[in-house]
């Protein structure tokens, strides 16, 4: 615990969070007890950070690159995972990304981060690039294991 939180107490627990159907699969006891152990303003602070990650780099492909909104969107897939942290969000799709390519649970954000530094990095910028998005290339490793 760190000496804030010691000093004015604990704040209030991560919220409870909703699986879609088609998500439950990846979901481990591991992700569960992860999600149990952050409070409600560390995922607060997950949402903003990757917010202004992907918002940063949106408008550099849009206003320093030149790609039209449309196609920065889909480079921008390519580049972070998305999470959803209630049903609405995970539906919330502009432009289409369902199936693989869906958002994923914030509970699995540790394992993803830990995909991105083990796996992701290492790929080829080829792989990466064929791959629909970098939500695809997560689930895949989950599925086969090595996450």
Request: net charge neutral.
């Amino acid at each position: 615990m760190g000496f804030l939180k010691k000093l004015f107490g604990t704040s209030q627990p991560a919220p409870n969070l909703p699986i879609h159907p088609d998500d439950k699969e990846l979901v481990k006891e591991y992700d569960i007890r992860w999600w149990e152990s952050l409070t409600l303003d560390d995922c607060k602070a997950f949402e903003q950070q990757d917010n202004v990650a992907q918002m940063a780099l949106f408008m550099k492909l849009v206003e320093e690159d030149g790609f039209s909104k449309e196609e920065a969107a889909k480079r921008l897939r390519k580049s972070h995972i998305f999470y959803y942290g209630t049903l609405k969000q995970r539906d919330d799709e502009p432009l289409g990304f369902i199936g693989e390519d869906a958002k994923l649970p914030y509970i699995l954000k540790d394992r993803a981060n830990k995909a991105v530094m083990k796996y992701i990095r290492k790929m080829d910028k080829n792989e990466i690039e064929s791959a629909s998005s970098m939500n695809a290339i997560v689930r895949n490793l989950i599925r086969t294991g090595k996450i």
